[in-house]
């Protein structure tokens, strides 16, 4: 539940704060999110991961299927090579997954290292 | 591209930033130009006192050079200060500072450029675009003083025109062709071409005008015109054009799409009877008639043309190349139209005879050998399946970027230099344009591009395969009632 929760929330916030911020915003929200709501490192890494894996890929297939694709069949043989809009679609996905996953990660460790140094000033 | 104004109302092609339209028509008219390419740049050898250039040697006195300081502006960094100096012919352009791409910056050149006069080109276009009978054109384009053009003009009331309009230095014959020595007054351009003398046609008697960076004028004319004018274009739309009658704009469209190749006509059956047939292979024999068999038109599909290309090639080098490598340069190769005229009237040509070798050639041999020549790249190209004119041409068009993907590559296109269709390998006749100044306007066009510079739209290059394919699309010069047509999707609105 936890889990679900986060990935909604850290797509969410990424989203609204791409509006208004630069795209590395994303391993903010992650980072917030995951000291927000404590999980195990892999599991926050997998919700910050997901989250923008899942908004990125969907936003840009829905902007690059609206015209069938037409730039990301000029754009992906320049950047990864071939002419496949899908791989260039999971390639961004991939990206902007790893900076919010690394994000959220720091978030969960952030969190952990002050709950050890609270317990050990008890 | 269309502006209407409550004063006048044009439509046509552009440059962006230009507020005119530059080829196009108007409700009375229509206008357009090709680039005359006259020499307006003249290169003088200038002697300095010494290092410090502060003095030349100009009419058997020292003269004091006059410097202009250059600040050119570098972002978020100090200028950089270029000291020019200016004298009596102009800025020197390549000295010490400069090399220019030379082995050594020993030597001074000043630059007398008719363009670093000053003078308002964009007044040209305000006035076409407002033109509406001869007299209207012949004000607006006399204010083109460079770069010249052949600007050629119609009116529905019947009037054409062309003007080989620029501000031309009367040359003595040779003058500028080689740098001049800038110590003498006498090497200076004397004076300007008076412009009641410059070449035009105001309604000729053979009923048209023609443009195609052709000569502007017979050897009657008493100007120097310098350079090698291209004849094969010109040549053949005259001819073309002396022989339709009630022309209509498809005959018009396909006039400029012709993939004829007139100067292929006239050499080739010459050089196919030098071939000494006896000599050839089974391979070359194939070539050899593939070549008596092509209807001179380098089509798409054309083997025959790409034979010829190559065949061509080799001969014109065998002809010249041997000479051309012990001659002093700098000079230049022999032109085209030198070789057809030589080939066609002389067969002792003294130049045929490969000077390489101790026995003696003949036109026959050199032929001959070309073909043999010719034949070993041709062997290859059909087993790469491009011995089709259209694939070993491989017409593209590159984004500025040279990016492919960006590009139009591998169009399937005909024509080449000396065709009226003079698309080449990378450039060639962008826009195409017919107009019919009947009652009712009746106008086409097409360019190899679109409407849009994103990539990413489909506007970006749709006309292209139109373009390729020969064809053209109706031009809609709008009217004010026109307005509110559905086919308007999008208005956009300016306020300050």
Request: hydrophobic share 40%; charged share 20%.
């Amino acid at each position: 539940m936890k889990f679900f929760i986060s990935l909604i929330l850290i797509a969410a916030l990424s989203f609204a704060a791409c509006l208004y911020l630069p795209w590395w915003i994303i391993a903010v929200a992650g980072f917030l999110v995951a000291v927000a709501i404590p999980q195990g490192a892999g599991w926050s890494f997998l919700s910050g991961f997901l989250a923008v894996f899942i908004l990125w890929a969907g936003m840009s297939f829905w902007i690059s299927s609206a015209n069938d694709h037409l730039l990301a069949h000029k754009i992906s043989p320049l950047i990864i090579k071939i002419d496949n809009p899908v791989l260039l679609i999971l390639a961004t996905g991939l990206i902007g997954g790893l900076v919010a996953g690394l994000g959220a990660l720091t978030g969960s460790f952030v969190r952990r290292r002050r709950k050890v140094e609270s317990q050990s000033r008890l | 591209m269309q502006i209407s104004t409550p004063a006048f109302n044009a439509y046509g092609v552009s440059f962006p930033g230009s507020p005119g339209i530059i080829i196009g028509f108007n409700d009375s008219c229509a206008f357009g130009f090709t680039n005359g390419g006259r020499d307006v740049r003249d290169y003088y050898e200038i002697q300095f006192k010494d290092d410090t250039r502060k003095e030349y040697r100009f009419n058997n006195e020292w003269k004091q050079t006059d410097f202009r300081i250059e600040d050119i502006k570098i972002a978020g960094k100090p200028g950089i200060l270029d000291t020019v100096a200016y004298t009596v012919f102009g800025p020197v352009m390549y000295d010490k500072n400069f090399n220019g791409g030379r082995q050594t910056n020993e030597k001074n050149y000043a630059v007398r450029w008719k363009a670093h006069d000053p003078s308002n080109e964009l007044l040209i276009f305000k006035l076409l675009n407002h033109a509406k009978n001869y007299s209207d054109y012949s004000a607006a384009v006399t204010n083109l003083h460079t770069p010249g053009q052949n600007a050629v003009f119609a009116t529905k009331s019947g009037d054409i025109a062309i003007r080989t309009q620029g501000d031309w230095p009367a040359k003595w014959k040779g003058q500028g062709d080689y740098v001049m020595p800038g110590t003498d007054s006498a090497y200076m351009w004397q004076g300007m071409i008076p412009q009641n003398e410059v070449p035009f046609q105001y309604n000729p008697e053979r009923g048209f005008v023609s443009s195609a960076n052709q000569k502007p004028a017979d050897s009657t004319y008493p100007y120097y015109l310098g350079r090698e004018y291209p004849v094969a274009r010109g040549f053949l739309i005259n001819k073309r054009l002396a022989a339709m009658q009630q022309i209509t704009p498809q005959d018009m469209m396909a006039l400029q799409t012709d993939n004829y190749n007139i100067y292929a006509a006239e050499i080739v059956p010459k050089l196919l009877k030098g071939i000494n047939v006896q000599e050839l292979n089974s391979a070359e024999t194939n070539y050899f008639s593939m070549l008596s068999n092509w209807n001179f038109r380098n089509d798409v599909d054309s083997k025959g043309a790409t034979v010829y290309d190559q065949l061509f090639k080799l001969f014109r080098s065998a002809v010249y190349e041997d000479e051309f490598e012990k001659a002093p340069k700098p000079i230049q190769f022999p032109f085209e139209t030198t070789l057809l005229e030589a080939t066609l009237r002389d067969s002792v040509y003294k130049f045929f005879d490969d000077i390489r070798t101790p026995n003696p050639e003949s036109f026959g041999d050199i032929v001959t050998r070309s073909l043999k020549g010719a034949v070993l790249s041709l062997q290859q190209l059909e087993k790469d399946g491009k011995l089709e004119w259209g694939k070993f041409k491989d017409t593209h068009i590159n984004h500025l970027l040279k990016l492919a993907p960006f590009s139009r590559l591998h169009l399937p296109i005909g024509g080449g230099a000396n065709m009226i269709n003079a698309t080449k390998e990378d450039h060639g006749p962008s826009w195409r344009m017919v107009i019919s100044l009947t009652q009712q306007t009746e106008a086409y066009g097409v360019y190899p591009g679109g409407q849009s510079g994103n990539p990413g739209s489909r506007f970006y290059d749709n006309f292209i395969d139109q373009w390729a394919a020969g064809k053209y699309y109706s031009l809609w010069m709008m009217t004010k009632a026109e307005a509110k047509d559905s086919r308007v999707k999008w208005t956009m609105n300016f306020s300050n």
